[in-house]
DNA sequence: CGCGCGATTGAGTAATTTCAAATCTAGTGG
DNA sequence: CCACTAGATTTGAAATTACTCAATCGCGCG
C-alpha cells in the first residue's frame, strides 16, 4: 500500500472524505524516514509537527532524574504520534520521541492541520474522533495500571499488540508496563 | 452563577460563541440533580448522555473481581463526566458513575451533541479541544502512575486540586491513586 | 574470536499489601 | 446533652511483591 493509501484507508474508518478533500488534506503532509535510535522529538524542543506512522516503530517516553525511562506510547502502522501538550498548548517539549526500528511517517504541521480543520469540516471530524479514540484507549490503560498485576498487563499488552513481541526489546515492554526487566523477565519465564 | 454562566465562561475559554449559538446549544443541556450516593450511569447500563458538572462532585470508577474499587476520575465543577467508550462506540456501560456528594449536573444527549456539531462550527471545534486536553491530562496521569511513588502522587493531586482534600474520604483518594487506603494513611501521617 | 546489547538469575532490601483490631467522627434519636 | 451507630481512619504485624545491584548467560555481528 502507498502511503496515500494507508492514510486514506485509516481516515475512512471514521469519515468520508471525496477525492478533492483527501487530495488537499494529503497535500500537507510531508514524507519523512527516520533510521532505528534517531531522534524525533526531544525534551524541551519547540514542537509544531505530529506523525503519522506508515511502517516501523516510534516510541514516545520520558527519562526522569533517575535515568529510568518511562514509555507513555508505542507507535506501529496508522498510530500517530506527537508531544500533543506541547503542540496544543506552544510549549516546550516534555517528552521524547524516537524509532524502536527504522520508521517511515507522514509529517503534519499544526498550522496546516489547523488550516485544513477550518476549510474541511470533515477533517475536523475525523480529528475529534481521534482525540476521543485516544481519550477512551489512555482510560482503559490507566485502569490496567491501577487493576492489574505486571503479568497481566503483559499477557494485555501482547495479546492486543502480538506484533510488539518480535519488534521490541523486552526492556521496553517493561518500561511500557511499569516495571523493571528484571520482574518482567521472571514473570514470563516462571509459570 | 447561573448554570448558564458556569457553562458559557467554560466554552468561551476554548471558542467564541455569539448569544444566538450559545443559546441554541445551551437549550439541549437539561438540568438534573443528584443525591450523594446516586448512581447516575452503572455497568451495562446503555449510555446516552454525559454529565457537565455544575456543583458537588461526581466519581467515575470500576470494581474488580475481588470487590477492589478503581477511580478513574473525580469530577467537580465544569468537569465532564460519562463513559465515553459506551457513548462514542454504542456499547454497555464498563464503568460507574456515582456522586460523591450532592451534584448539580447539565445532561447533554449524544445525538444532540452531533447535532449541534454538525450545525454549529465552533461547538465541534470545542469539543475537538476538549478531547484533545482530556488526552493530555491521562497522558499526564499515566506518567505520574509510572513515575512516581504514591507519597507524590498524593502530594501532587493535593496541589492541583485542593478542594478534594475535603471533599473526598482518603479511601477514595486511595483508589484514585491505586494505593491501599491503610498505605495513603502511613504515607501522610509519618514525614 | 571478542564485543556489546539484551535477557536472565540470585540475593538482599525496600515498599506495599493484607488482615485484624482499635480509634475517631459526624449524624441520629432519645 | 448523651448514647449509639455507621462509616472513615489509623495502627500493628506478618506476608507478599517488586526493586536494586551484581553477576552471568546468549547471541548476532564485525
Redo the contacts between chains.
Sequence with gaps: MTPREILRQHIQKTILLSDEQFSYFFSFFKPMSFKKGQQLIRVGDDVDCEYFVLSGCLKTF?V?DDQ?M?I?QFALQTWWASD??AL?NHEKASVNIDCVTDTETLCLHAEDREKV?KEI?EV??F???R??????S??????S???NDARSRYEELMQQYPELYNLVPKHLIAAYL?VSRETLSRLYNSK
Tied chains: 1, 2.
Design positions: 520520558f526522569n529510568k518511562h507513555l500533543y501538550r496544543y480543520c469540516r475536523e471530524t480529528l475529534r474522533w482525540s476521543n479514540k485516544g481519550y477512551i489512555l482510560q482503559k490503560r490507566i485502569l495500571l491501577l487493576n511499569g
